[in-house]
């Protein structure tokens, strides 16, 4: 598709091994206001690419942030050293996300989990800043895997 690479200067660009499009379609499924943007097909027989007539690109939006992802193969992973940061402004919304971004993957700490793809989400409070700016709260938060509003807020006023 033509516009597969088209749209805001810089925009994040992953590399999955071979299943791109399935991880673009769980993201799209999860986040309200996404949708799939467009995908390049491999139409080579080449053991470095996909087999012929399947995504090597796909491009998506999550909620209004254009992503493109790739099936680059096994060379190369994803790490806790890129994440999404997914702000909520209710423990509702935080434990929604967990759950679907969860599913499949694993708990790490403080609000970051990572998904049965590989990659990293930091699942946090909208106003996380201000609450671990209070020493109480940060020190609640390095003892959480989920993070929960109303124990942050209570340690914040302590």
């Known amino acids: 598709m033509s516009g597969i690479f088209s749209g805001p200067k810089i925009s994040p660009f992953l590399w999955f091994d071979q299943?791109?499009?399935?991880?673009?379609?769980?993201?799209v499924g999860i986040f309200p206001n996404s949708r799939m943007l467009g995908e390049m097909?491999?139409?080579?027989?080449?053991?470095?690419?996909?087999?012929?007539?399947?995504?090597?690109?796909?491009?998506?939006?999550?909620?209004?942030?254009?992503?493109?992802?790739?099936?680059?193969?096994?060379?190369q992973k994803l790490s806790p050293a890129f994440s999404f940061v997914v702000s909520c402004t209710?423990?509702?919304?935080?434990?929604?996300?967990?759950?679907?971004?969860?599913?499949?993957?694993?708990?790490?700490?403080?609000?970051?989990?990572?998904?049965?793809?590989?990659?990293?989400?930091q699942v946090i409070p909208a106003n996380i800043g201000?609450?671990?700016?209070?020493?109480?709260?940060?020190q609640a938060m390095m003892g959480m895997v989920k993070l929960n509003i109303a124990q942050l807020e209570a340690a914040a006023r302590e």
């Open 19 to 27: 299943n791109a499009a399935e991880a673009a379609e769980f993201y």
């Open 41 to 75: 097909k491999s139409d080579l027989d080449n053991p470095n690419l996909p087999p012929k007539g399947k995504p090597v690109v796909v491009s998506f939006e999550l909620d209004g942030q254009r992503v493109t992802a790739m099936n680059g193969g096994p060379a």
């Open 90 to 121: 209710t423990q509702e919304e935080i434990d929604n996300y967990w759950a679907k971004l969860g599913e499949g993957g694993h708990e790490v700490a403080c609000g970051w989990l990572t998904d049965k793809f590989g990659l990293s989400w």
């Open 130 to 138: 201000e609450l671990v700016s209070h020493p109480r709260a940060m």
